[in-house]
């Protein structure tokens, strides 16, 4: 385990990050917001700025995966282009979590980023990975980056969220392509639905912890009930309703387990 | 020799509650009334060296993937600030 940080190296290397960055008035983040709010939000982005991280090592993944598969070259080289769009946003996060502060001590495991696919299958291999990331993660992200940038109470915030949205509906669409690119048959679909409800499963940690209201919503953070209902509603609508609609049935025992989780 | 590098984002450690203030994992200790009650007999500098935090993960310990992480409930900064001014006093 090691303590997350970043860094750059800068000169031609910082140029390829540089042209994706928006002029943004980092000293205004915070500004009236309570310093319980504050601290409550530098943890919130020091976990973003590692999500970001850990989705970047996903795309990474997936871009070996649809190169073992011969897949269409747009699809690999999107794929490719989304671990930069990751390293964008882990930078973003940072910014907001050093503007407001400095980032929390977050112990993370760089060893253990993403979840090896399990079938001995090259395309099936690549599948898992893109359902898992593309058609469950970064499709529920979309959704839940909308309710947070609604509650962000800070236009830089607000302005931050926007351009990470902006990269983040193209990671999700990179999934639907790919299944309706891809030759399944009725065993490979069955498979997928359930790599997909052990995935939407692994969600019901967001739910584990008991509802605090402190520090309350904004800076990026939302408060229990909204996030709840959000999330359960892109859980339906942005997953299940998708993927049902390519022959992959999520089992109902996941989805149940995930509401009884936020119950 | 290492190459010098620009610093993207650090970890900064105060002992002050507020902007600056080290927070509990709510994700992994649910009951933060329990967690203050621990920090009873500790010291402030002590409990802040120890306060670290963990990622999201599902069962297996992966980071879940994507960025669903603005639920207000991972922690209770309130509960934890409270409890380490008692303290200070």
């Known amino acids: ?263 | 020799m290492r190459k010098k590098t620009l610093s993207i984002l650090a970890v900064v450690l105060s002992t002050a509650c507020g902007p600056q203030t080290e927070v509990p994992d709510g994700s992994e200790n649910p009951d933060l009334t329990q967690l203050a009650y621990e920090l009873k007999g500790t010291s402030l500098e002590q409990a802040m060296r120890d306060r670290h935090f963990r990622p999201l993960c599902d069962a297996q310990g992966f980071p879940l993937v994507g960025n669903v992480v603005s639920k207000v409930d991972m922690t209770d900064v309130s509960t934890f600030c409270s409890e380490v001014r008692r303290q200070h006093k």
């Not at chain 1, 709010?37 to 991280?53: D, K």
């Not at chain 1, 269409?72 to 910014?95: K, T």
């Not at chain 1, 019901?204 to 904004?218: D, E, H, L, P, Y």
Request: aromatic share 6%; charged share 20%.
């Open chain 1, 1 to 263: 385990m090691t303590v997350f940080t970043l860094e750059a190296l800068g000169g031609p290397w910082g140029k390829r990050l540089a042209a994706r960055r928006v002029e943004l008035r980092w000293e205004d983040i915070g500004a009236e917001a309570s310093p319980q709010l504050v601290a409550a939000a530098r943890e919130v982005w020091t976990r973003s700025a590692f999500s970001e991280y850990a989705s970047g090592a996903a795309f990474a993944e997936i871009s070996s995966s649809l190169l073992a598969v011969n897949a269409p070259i747009d699809l690999i080289a999107a794929a490719g282009e989304f671990v930069a769009d990751e390293m964008f946003h882990a930078e973003l996060s940072s910014r907001v979590a050093m503007a407001l502060g400095g980032a929390v001590p977050l112990n993370v495991d760089l060893s253990r980023l993403v979840k090896p696919a399990v079938s001995t299958d090259p395309l099936m291999r690549a599948a898992e990975l893109v359902v898992r990331t593309c058609c469950v993660g970064e499709a529920l992200t979309v959704p839940m980056l909308n309710q947070s940038r609604l509650a962000a109470g800070s236009l830089t915030i607000e302005a931050v969220i926007t351009r990470i949205l902006k990269d983040e509906a193209h990671h999700a669409q990179l999934g639907w392509w790919f299944l309706d690119w891809a030759e399944l048959t009725d065993d490979n679909r069955a498979t997928l639905g359930r790599v997909a409800g052990e995935a939407l499963r692994g969600f019901g940690a967001i739910f584990a912890a008991r509802c605090a209201t402190g520090s309350g919503a904004g800076l990026g953070r939302l408060d229990c009930a909204r996030f709840d209902h959000a999330f359960l509603d892109a859980v339906n609508n942005d997953v299940v309703r998708l993927l049902a609609q390519r022959g992959i049935i999520v089992p109902a025992a996941d989805v149940d387990a995930l509401v009884a989780a936020a119950a």
